[in-house]
């Protein structure tokens, strides 16, 4: 085997990005962003409702979490199902109870499988973030624009036409993009996406359509991360993510607001042996002064004259 | 290229075992010395392809993978560099040269705090398998003009991009006047490198100080790193009484400079630069001092007789 000669060319090898979807910045050197009501942290909490289809495609490559048993894979097909029968309600128990009101990224055919489900979510005051149809139906540049506008606009209708909520933000299946994802969001009216892993803070994205933001979720502090890529226990866990906002809240002092992102599951942290962890991580984090708890998008409203 | 056999030994290195070695004395009667490498990197949104390495799990644009590491350049290197302000570390910055032109800044916030910069390649997903040794020669080339324009450094050390080599990397590294190599991992001492031309060190970097292996391969949590970073640290700096070794702690911004996991690392580096004994050096000034004190020459000696059955 030998390489092409132009293995040596590097013509995206120029100030800033290697691409035009965002400029770089540094995050410490920008002007501090004010929250409403001069609060220090905007606590972002964002539950994931997913569907796992029983005969998923293995290429380009699965979603985390995806089924991995033989077909038909009865393990986790139905362990993932957990989640949308039991565990996300008893998160939304909990949030209820702490009087949050947050957000849930939710794949669009939950719309007509579970509008029960759907129904809930809406109803407790949470906000739906659209999490394209279901996990098996991953963004990447193999699929045509067509396919994949069709794939962003039908998620959008069930969504939309289920919740009543305008539903302008977004979130890929394993954070996936291809190269036209940014500009197909932007084309169906979603203002702002969750897959980019690179802030702490909202920053600006150019698309072929307008603007969008990208909005912090944390990748390694994500409970399905901890506790099925690292294999770390709930009280490890909880010490990560207690040690992440103290950070972030340290330096609000003396940058600005941050945000502090808790990406959740429906059936991780919807476990019965896992959701005390979480209250423990709520309280702690609620317990501080100059917590502004809130819907992702209301956090991107805030930002977005800021940034 | 005609298949080469492969070898059963890389040939780089004679066998020394560690009692009897020449004594190894640092600088200010220092005994260990300690290093730190940040790697920082530029990891390209839509790179070609190598044969023997596909660089990213997903296809172009692996957005989720390309953004973690984007996080380095962003928000975690001023972190890391805070950490290691604190507590009085200069790094000897792991680069990928093409950061030099994506973002000076870094390069400039490095520069002025007296970093060595050595070379990481051009890019963390360009890899010289497969390259022809002229290929190789011209990133090379590529790195110590680099590195020159923008700072002023003379390149000194190598860390192969994601450490991917070539059986003749090692002498042609040596050939174009690099001193130390970080990608070998067989001992707690600086060690000779046989190579064609030139000398070469083999420098104690570390695998398992490495914050990208300790994160994403040991899936370690993060006070377990600060734990993990003060014991390999207490038990060198007790050995180093009957002879300098060197510890060093590999970082990537990108994961140390996490929210959740810098105030392990800072507290841990505060503790090291806590003890008289320690000195706390970049790579290029223990290269310097292994050649300066003669250890260079004794452990080539060493090894020469070690090999002709004087044990």
Known sequence: MSLPENYLDYPARRYGMDHDRYDWSDMFARKPIAWPNGARIALSIVTHVQHFPLDMPAKPFKA?????????????????????????????????????????AVNGCIATRYPALLDAVVAEGHEVVAHSLDMGKVHHSGLSADDENG???????????????????????????????????????????????????????QTAEGTLLAMPLAYETD???????????????????????????RESAEYGGRVMSLPLHSWVSGMPYRVEYLREVLGYILDHDGVWTASVGQIAAAADSQV | MGAEPMQ??????????????????WPGGKKLAVWIAPNIEFYEYDPPNNPT???????????????????????????????????????????????????????????????????????????????????????????????????????????????????????????AGIQYTCDMFHDD???????????????????????????????????????????????????????????????????????????????????????????????????EAYHASGAYDAMTAAAARHAQGDR
Request: with cysteine; charged share 25%; hydrophobic share 35%.
């Open chain 1, 223 to 249: 409970d399905r991360v901890v506790a099925n890529e690292y294999f770390q226990s709930e009280p490890e866990w909880v010490q990560q993510v207690k040690d992440r906002f103290d950070v972030l809240y």
């Open chain 2, 189 to 287: 001492q600086p060690m000779p490198v046989k190579v064609k031309s030139g000398k070469l060190i083999s420098m104690p970097y570390s695998l398992e100080m490495n914050d990208v292996i300790v994160y994403n391969s040991q899936k370690v949590t993060p006070r377990h790193y600060g734990e993990i970073i003060r014991r390999q640290f207490d038990q060198l700096y007790k050995e180093s009484d009957e002879s300098g070794m060197v510890m060093c702690i590999p970082l990537h911004p990108y994961l140390v400079g996490q929210p959740h996991r810098i105030d392990a690392f800072a507290e841990a580096i505060d503790y090291i630069a806590g003890h008289d004994g320690v000195w706390q050096a970049t790579g290029r000034e223990i290269a």
């Open chain 2, 53 to 175: 390495r596909t660089p990213w799990g997903r296809p172009n644009p692996d957005v989720l993978q390309y953004s973690h590491r984007d996080y380095g350049n962003r928000a975690g290197w001023q972190r890391m560099m805070a950490a290691m302000d604190r507590a009085g570390f200069r790094g000897s910055v792991s680069l990928n040269v093409a950061l030099c032109d994506h973002h000076p800044e870094i390069i400039r916030a490095c520069a002025d705090r007296g970093w060595e910069f050595f070379s990481h390649g051009i890019y963390n997903t360009r890899y010289v398998y497969n390259m022809t040794v002229d290929q190789e020669r011209e990133i090379i080339r590529d790195a110590f003009d680099t590195v020159r324009k923008h700072t002023g450094q003379e390149l000194a050390g190598w860390l192969s991009p994601a450490l991917s080599n070539n059986l003749w990397t090692m002498d042609i590294l040596a050939e």
């Open chain 1, 151 to 205: 794939i962003i606009a039908e998620t959008l209708r069930l969504l939309r036409g289920a919740t009543g909520q305008p539903v302008e933000g977004w979130l890929s299946p394993g954070r996936a993009q291809g190269f036209n994802t940014p500009d197909l969001l932007a084309r169906n009216g979603i203002r702002w996406n969750l897959d980019w892993a690179n802030d702490d803070l909202p920053y600006r994205m």
């Open chain 1, 64 to 104: 985390p979490g995806a089924l991995s048993m033989p077909y038909p894979d009865f393990r986790y097909f139905t362990n993932r199902d957990y989640g949308n029968r039991i565990g996300v309600f008893r998160i939304l128990r909990l949030l209820t109870e702490k009087g949050l009101r947050t957000s849930f």
């Open chain 2, 8 to 25: 059963s030994d890389l040939g780089l290195y004679d066998y020394l075992p560690w009692p009897g070695r020449p004594r190894i004395t």
